[in-house]
């Protein structure tokens, strides 16, 4: 799980948590970038990584889910070539939304919590299979959590206080 910006750190850490809750057994490492030009080879920017660094940091056969508070395409466009560039799946802005509240906006781009966990459990193969329930769980915790905030214009409190339960 990879996350850049302050919403998308807050629901990617949100989303580790409840994979860990609904999927005890799981190991997530959690990347957050700071610094973008990480993402490209040392031999194009000065703050950039060697391959070994790179691929040693977010490996080259595992999924990667990569929360982004921008457009999605230039993660791509900076982790071309990379070892594993074909398993980072990246969410971020899609122009959908409007005056929501930050959940309701962030599941309308994908971006949230709950299909970001989602994600993950159809991306591991091991839990084809196994991860059905859990990922039903995470549906139905997805929709009461926008039936919320269409019934009262706000986010669920649990939502707002979330703090990492670790």
């Not at 973008?36 to 391959?51: I, N, Q, R, S, Y």
């Not at 781009?109 to 196994?130: G, K």
Request: with cysteine; hydrophobic share 40%; proline share 5%.
């Amino acid at each position: 799980m990879v996350s850049c910006g302050d919403v998308p750190t807050l629901e990617s850490l949100a989303a580790t948590a409840l994979l860990r809750q609904h999927v005890p057994d799981i190991k997530v490492r959690f990347v957050n970038v700071v610094d973008l030009f990480k993402l490209v080879p040392h031999t194009e920017h000065a703050h950039g990584m060697t391959d070994r660094e790179f691929e040693a940091l977010f490996t080259s056969s595992q999924p990667v889910i990569f929360n982004f508070h921008s457009y999605p395409w230039l993660i791509h466009r900076l982790t071309y070539r990379r070892p594993g560039q074909h398993h980072i799946h990246v969410r971020g802005y899609k122009e959908k939304g409007n005056i929501n509240t930050p959940l309701e906006l962030a599941i309308l781009n994908q971006t949230d919590r709950f299909s970001l966990a989602i994600d993950a459990i159809d991306r591991i193969p091991r839990l084809c299979d196994t991860g059905s329930c859990a990922r039903e769980a995470l549906l139905d915790q997805q929709v009461a959590c926008k039936n919320h905030a269409y019934e009262f214009g706000v986010d669920r409190q649990d939502v707002m206080d979330w703090k990492w339960p670790f």
